[in-house]
């Protein structure tokens, strides 16, 4: 059984910043891609970021591209999100999410099996 557990939500100012982590537990994730994903209510649940622990290789939704930053502390099994210039629409419960896939960065939720309990990040403009 794996475990993430998501921290670092809070309220901030647009143009702000705040970093996410999620800390991993419960197995290894050698072969795992870790993700971020966002939900608000009455949309979909969307892609945000996504790593490969062995690798690093990441990749970023259009929206957070150059705003946000994917990364891994494979030592503590923790991911975190560091996201700047933050806009009101980037507003959302963030989820950290894993999936065991041997290749590629997939964007699809169906492709993640494990899932925090989420984090709430508001946007004040």
């Known amino acids: 059984q794996v475990q993430l557990v998501e921290s670092g939500g809070g309220l901030v100012q647009a143009g702000g910043s705040l970093r996410l982590s999620c800390v991993a537990s419960g197995r290894t994730f050698g072969r795992y891609v870790m993700g971020w994903f966002r939900h608000v209510p009455g949309k979909e649940r969307e892609f945000v970021a996504a790593?490969?622990?062995?690798?690093?290789?990441?990749k970023y939704a259009d929206s957070v591209k150059g705003r946000f930053i994917i990364s891994t502390d494979n030592a503590k099994n923790t991911v975190y999100l560091q996201m700047n210039y933050l806009k009101p629409e980037d507003t959302a419960v963030y989820y950290c999410t894993a999936a065991d896939v041997p290749y590629g960065l997939p964007t699809a939720q169906t492709r993640y099996i494990y899932w925090g309990q989420g984090t709430q990040v508001t946007v004040t403009s």
């Open positions: 790593i490969r622990w062995t690798s690093s290789s990441t």
